[in-house]
């Protein structure tokens, strides 16, 4: 059984920085797409950022585009997600998600295994 750990939301000002981490053991992840995702009260999952484990191949929603990167260290089985200029909308749980065969890479319903989530909350 996979399991996914978050850490490193906390709350920043417009501008900032913030370095999401997520842990995954119990599984083989060389084949599987790492996603991260985020829900504000009262809106969708929405897609943030995915990686391909196999080949590196990267995904990122349009709003998140030159701003946020996402990063997989193979040799400690963790997935990073680097936010730069943090706006306020996008203060959200953010959560990592694991999940093979992902046809859609920023689909939410395409991945198997979720983490407990981490709020990143932004102020302006």
């Known amino acids: 059984q996979v399991q996914l750990v978050e850490s490193g939301g906390g709350s920043v000002q417009a501008g900032g920085s913030l370095r999401l981490s997520c842990a995954a053991s119990?599984?083989?992840?060389?084949?599987?797409?790492m996603g991260w995702f985020r829900q504000a009260p009262g809106k969708e999952r929405e897609g943030v950022a995915a990686i391909y484990a196999l080949d590196g191949s990267t995904y990122y929603t349009p709003s998140v585009k030159g701003r946020f990167s996402i990063s997989l260290d193979n040799a400690k089985n963790t997935v990073y997600l680097t936010m730069n200029d943090l706006k306020p909308e996008d203060t959200a749980m953010y959560y990592c998600?694991?999940?093979?065969?992902?046809?859609?890479?920023?689909?939410?319903?395409?991945?198997?295994?979720w983490g407990q989530g981490t709020q990143v909350t932004v102020s302006s």
């Open positions: 998600a694991a999940g093979a065969y992902i046809a859609t890479m920023l689909e939410p319903l395409e991945y198997n295994y």
């Open positions: 119990g599984g083989t992840y060389s084949r599987y797409c």
